[in-house]
């Protein structure tokens, strides 16, 4: 079973930076794909970037594109999620999952949706104010 901790949230200005870190537990971390997704309150679920384990490939929400980047490193057992130029919109609990197989996408469609990832971290508050 994999085990998800994220950190590295907290309340920072608009426009500033944030970097968030999940922390897995080894077993079959090198094995699965890593999702970051986010809950405003009153909100669905919504995905924001993801990442594979075996090539490196990389999605990212619109709403986010050219802002947050995603990386891992699988020695570590870590993954990233930098984000710069917050906006106060980006004020969410902020979540990590992991999904059974090294891949975010199968041909052109790509796994971000919440029900497709098997194991969740406890979230970390990230608020961005005005």
């Known amino acids: 079973e994999v085990r998800l901790v994220e950190s590295g949230g907290g309340l920072v200005q608009a426009g500033g930076s944030l970097r968030l870190s999940c922390a897995a537990s080894?077993?079959?971390?090198?094995?699965?794909?890593i999702g970051w997704f986010r809950q405003a309150p009153g909100k669905e679920r919504e995905g924001v970037s993801f990442i594979s384990s075996s090539d490196g490939t990389t999605y990212y929400a619109d709403s986010v594109k050219g802002r947050f980047t995603i990386s891992r490193d699988n020695a570590k057992n870590t993954v990233y999620l930098q984000m710069n130029s917050l906006k106060p919109e980006d004020t969410a609990v902020y979540f990590c999952?992991?999904?059974?197989?090294?891949?975010?996408?199968?041909?052109?469609?790509?796994?971000?949706?919440?029900?497709?990832?098997?194991?969740w971290g406890q979230g970390t508050q990230v608020t961005v104010s005005s």
């Open positions: 080894k077993f079959t971390f090198d094995e699965c794909a």
């Open positions: 999952a992991a999904r059974v197989g090294p891949m975010i996408r199968s041909g052109s469609y790509y796994f971000t949706k919440s029900y497709e990832y098997d194991y």
